[in-house]
């Protein structure tokens, strides 16, 4: 029997020690290798947000992945709001 893909969007804020460890580099590959679209950005605060758009179990995949983040980073809080509108969004990109 097959699976019927649902895809979902959502934005996540990250806040620790996660701007200056290569955060923004590490989830755009690691978005890539799920095959999601969306961007990743730094924050004024010292933050970085994200938003992820894909098949649901890999968008939950790379919210996981945030709540430990590259080996540099220590995330200490991570918040996930779930978007209303799927996008026609293709590709992952950095946003300044």
Known sequence: MWQVRRDVRVRVAITGRVQGVGFRFHTTRQA??????????????????????????????????????????????????NCEEVTGESGFRVRT
Not at 35 to 41: A, I, K, Q, T, Y
Not at 49 to 73: H, N, Y
């Open 32 to 81: 890539s290798q799920r095959s999601l679209s969306g961007w990743v950005r730094n924050c004024a605060d010292g933050g970085v947000e994200a938003e992820f758009q894909g098949d649901e179990a890999r968008v939950s995949e790379m919210v996981a992945w945030c709540r430990r983040g590259p080996l540099a980073a220590s995330v200490s809080h991570v918040e996930v709001v």
